[in-house]
């Protein structure tokens, strides 16, 4: 991390010094001085790094690594500071190298620049000195490599989805969710509470999941929701969770006066109205004391209809929480069986090597190695996970095993071993993957964190190094990845092609990771906005958050982000602006800031400003003085329009702004200075062509685009657009009324081929002749596009077809599903189906299809014939059917398996209900604020 740190620096000093600048007399000499210095200790910094992270090295090695790591930060502040100041006193006589050298010669204090600098590098000198007594090694490929081995091409492996399966489940955990399954939808019809006890790290949440998901629990009980608890929450909110939960179950819109409820009371009222005398399932996930049952007991009637509550705790007395008001089965989860522990390590360790069985050479050292971990799946999954990335061999066997100590002293034997194994693997990290990893901490416990939210993250503050050929934010992919292949970071949620789209930190994992952060003063989680001066490197602002740490820091703050709602507006949002002149990233992502001051454009070293879901509706003209911004989130605030000094941005790549499936974003200006845009999603055109014609033909390196209210003759300048975009991947087009509108894209032009997701909306004569191109499209959405039967025919023949949305999109009075046709969809969703009144699905048909959804189709009245032939059918969806319909429905249901979840309908279909229609219209597609397409 140190070396991350220097090589950051060493790369800001060499355009700084390299040309030809003239500097203040002898700053240009120390500056090179120091430059020559950090490149000799870096060198040396890897072995330094790795030698700091094991156990048994002197606490004198850490310090001098801390020492390296902050005065390079000190060195970087200065720089930036020194180009802040250049910046805001230009010289207009002169170009941007002469006005630094003039400004300089000007500067009231331009001594004390030298005299840091001098400081600095006398400091350096010491380091180095006192490092040659530890005997370091110059090494050029760092303390481990293995991540090297993840490779370009590591986001479509064909194993890649095996590595984000529940490790859990690779040792059998159905028995146990069978029986808790049990427990639920059977016995005595007062409420039961089951309590799930366990230590950190043995499953508890892995196995609540297990039987929250499950097709009998969710058919059973009308009413369900998950909520997590864990040390610190607020009862209020864990009140509104539970509502979110119910509307969730049923689809449901959640309603804006619910969201505004302030007082216990009032949410306390509006569950027991929403339950009534329904059955219902409710998770409480970490649960560490018995005070937040209060309320809850208050909102959670016991109708006397079979109710159920289930809660994980690591406290049994806790899991007794209303032993007063309910009956209480506690289920202990115990540490697993030697059995189980070493199948589940094999399969891990050696899941692409030897067939998942362990070389017999190393099955003694491997058998030590599982006695360590006792018996905790988390501890087995971390260990296997680290040891999954080495060679094969006793040697490194030893190396971990040594390196694993021994706990068998401590009072928390069980708790001290994952921590223990959790810290080895985060020292056996590359040095290039420690800051990307330790940056979790700075998320909220239990939060699901999206994954392009995290690597531009990364990418904004540094993190990521530059590869040939490559963008930082593939770089950032591989990252990633690496982290979940070391079990170190968990997959929340896949995408239809198996890419992880949200993950998690599991809470003892977290700890460690904050545990680390305050020791290297990288990233504190922080409560308070008045003593932020000297906290951290990266600055978390959040309720949940913790005094200012033990150890403080010289360097300053360089990003920041809120997830505190409450004090936000009042004060922490002119602190920010007032104190952070440095900052690289802010983000305000779900905050209620709804006004930007003018003193942001005077954070001219800011990459990253994340406005998502917010309530601001301008930004400041001064926004125009970041030409270092890099990306730009605006989806689903209330910004409609960018000023035209956004047009000036050099670095710009990522501008994202809609807030729906068909609104975009006015920009106004020339684009000639944003060719470096690779996401453009979604702007919005108007009557003047020349935005088409000539604004948009710079965007050769755009990879996401997204365009609305595009009018019928301006559909072939667009073809002439999309045609430049050689890496296009994911394209969205909306007509300016699509429900009337041609949407003209018949020119005959060569698609982007490496196109993997298109939404079309707006009226179509017929469907586009380059769709039948598309061979790597796996996600299309066509809405109000007038198809007929033979678009069925292009559309089932693409070979790579995962997902398939036809919104109010097919007209055709028939829907034949071919077999040997879609043979690698998953998803598919049909509604608004107006004149359909057949469907059939061949043998051989859909064989891949997991998901399917129908409805509304007010002229379908008989079942789909063939649907029994969907073999891995998992979930079946049915909305606003006929009376008709529904009728047969109802003879036939118990022909599908029994293992595909039946999701029945949200109401009847009535012609004269137009206005329940479009409410599930907007709620389905894109009119609520969180709607996220891609």
Request: hydrophobic share 40%; glycine share 6%; net charge neutral.
């Amino acid at each position: 991390m140190a070396e991350s740190a220097v090589s950051l620096v060493v790369d800001k000093l060499l355009p700084l010094l390299t040309q030809e600048v003239k500097l203040l007399k002898g700053v240009h000499d120390e500056l090179v001085g120091v430059k020559d210095e950090l490149e000799v200790i870096r060198a040396f910094l890897k072995d330094a790094d790795s030698k700091a992270e094991k156990e048994g090295i002197g606490e004198g090695v850490k310090v001098l690594v801390n020492q390296i790591r902050e005065e390079a930060h000190h060195i970087e502040d200065v720089i930036d500071d020194y180009m802040l100041h250049v910046a805001r006193h230009p010289d207009h006589r002169h170009g941007l190298l002469r006005r630094i050298a003039s400004l300089t010669k000007t500067f009231s204090s331009r001594h004390e620049i030298a005299s840091e600098i001098k400081d600095i590098k006398s400091s350096l000198l010491d380091i180095k000195n006192r490092s040659q007594t530890f005997h370091f090694i110059s090494s050029t490929e760092g303390a481990s490599s293995s991540s090297s081995n993840a490779g370009r091409g590591l986001m479509h492996h064909p194993r890649l989805s095996s590595l984000f399966c529940e490790e859990a489940e690779l040792v059998g955990i159905e028995s146990r969710r069978d029986e808790l399954i049990s427990y639920l939808v059977s016995g005595v019809s007062q409420r039961k509470v089951i309590a799930v006890v366990g230590m950190g790290g043995v499953g508890k949440t892995t196995l609540a999941r297990k039987v929250y998901d499950n097709h009998r629990v969710i058919e059973h009980f009308r009413y369900h929701a998950w909520i997590t608890v864990s040390q610190s929450y607020d009862q209020t909110e864990l009140l509104r969770s539970m509502l979110k939960g119910f509307y969730k179950a049923k689809n449901e819109p959640f309603p804006d006066k619910i969201v505004k409820m302030e007082k216990d009371e009032e949410l306390i009222e509006e569950i027991r109205e929403k339950l009534r005398q329904e059955r219902y399932f409710v998770v409480f996930d970490d649960v560490w004391e018995i005070g937040f049952w209060g309320n809850m007991e208050l909102a959670l009637l016991d109708h006397d209809n079979g109710s159920r509550i289930l809660a994980t705790t690591r406290n049994e007395a806790a899991a007794r929480f209303c032993r007063g008001s309910s009956s209480v089965h506690v289920h202990r989860i115990d540490p697993l069986p030697r059995k189980e522990e070493w199948e589940l390590f094999c399969k891990k360790a050696f899941r692409f090597q030897s067939q998942g069985q362990c070389p017999k050479d190393l099955e003694e050292l491997s058998h030590d190695i599982v006695r360590r971990c006792g018996g905790l799946p988390l501890a087995i999954v971390a260990v296997s996970g680290l040891l999954a990335t080495k060679e094969k061999s006793v040697q490194e066997w030893k190396k971990v095993l040594g390196g694993l100590g021994c706990s068998a002293m401590t009072s928390d034997p069980y708790i001290d071993n994952v921590t223990s194994i959790l810290s080895l693997s985060y020292g056996d990290l590359p040095y290039h993957l420690k800051s990307c990893f330790l940056y979790f901490g700075m998320f909220p416990e239990d939060f699901s964190i999206k994954r392009r939210r995290i690597i531009q993250l990364w990418v904004a503050d540094g993190f990521v190094q530059e590869k040939p050929d490559m963008t930082p934010e593939e770089v950032g992919e591989e990252y990633f990845i690496e982290l979940i292949r070391r079990s170190l970071v968990q997959v929340d949620e896949l995408s239809l092609k198996g890419v992880p789209k949200t993950c998690r930190v599991h809470d003892m994992v977290r700890e460690v990771i904050l545990s680390k952060s305050e020791e290297l003063s990288l990233c504190h989680v922080s409560s308070s906005c008045s003593t932020f001066e000297g906290i951290a490197r990266h600055l978390s602002i959040s309720n949940r958050g913790s005094n200012p740490p033990k150890r403080s820091t010289r360097s300053q703050t360089r990003s920041i982000m809120v997830f505190d709602k409450e004090m936000l507006q009042k004060t922490i949002v002119p602190v920010i602006f007032a104190k952070f002149k440095l900052l690289t990233a802010l983000d305000f992502e779900d905050c209620p800031v709804d006004h930007l001051p003018k003193e942001l454009g005077n954070l001219l070293h800011l990459r990253y400003l994340n406005l998502r879901n917010t309530d601001v509706k301008e930004l400041p003209k001064s926004i125009g003085k970041l030409h270092n911004l890099e990306s730009l989130d605006l989806r689903f605030s209330l910004v409609e329009e960018l000023p035209v000094e956004i047009s000036d941005f050099p670095k710009l790549k990522h501008l994202l702004a809609h807030g729906g499936y068909a609104t975009g974003l006015k920009i106004k200006g020339s684009f000639k200075h944003l060719e470096f845009l690779q996401t453009l999603f979604t702007i919005k055109v108007d009557d003047d062509v020349s935005l088409l014609n000539d604004g948009l033909q710079v965007l050769t390196k755009t990879r996401k685009f997204g365009i609305c209210n595009l009018k019928r003759e301006q559909g072939r300048y667009l073809c002439t657009v999309l045609e430049k975009m050689t890496h296009l991947q994911s394209l969205l087009v909306y007509s300016v009324n699509h429900q009337v509108e041609i949407l003209d894209l018949e020119s005959e032009f060569s698609p982007p081929i490496q196109l993997q997701s298109l939404w079309l909306g707006g009226q179509l004569d017929r469907l586009p002749n380059w769709i039948s191109k598309l061979h790597n499209l796996s996600k299309l959405i066509l809405s109000y596009t007038n198809l007929m039967e033979d678009s069925v025919e292009v559309l089932q023949a693409l070979p790579n077809l995962k997902s398939l949305v036809l919104f109010w999109a097919y007209n055709g009075e028939r829907m034949h599903f071919e077999g040997g046709g879609f043979q690698k969809l998953k998803y598919l969703y049909l509604a608004g189906l107006d004149y359909l009144n057949e469907m059939s699905i061949d043998e051989g048909a859909l064989p891949l299809l997991e998901r399917l959804e129908i409805g509304p189709c007010p002229m379908l009245e008989e079942v789909p014939s063939g649907l029994q032939n969907l073999k891995c059918l998992e979930v079946l969806s049915l909305a606003w059917m006929t009376n008709e319909f529904n009728q047969r429905w109802s003879q036939q249901e118990s022909k599908i398996s029994r293992h595909v979840r039946i999701h029945g309908s949200d109401g009847t279909y009535d012609p004269d209900d137009k206005a329940s229609i479009r409410a599930w219209v907007d709620r389905k597609f894109g009119a609520s604020k969180k709607h996220r397409f891609g």
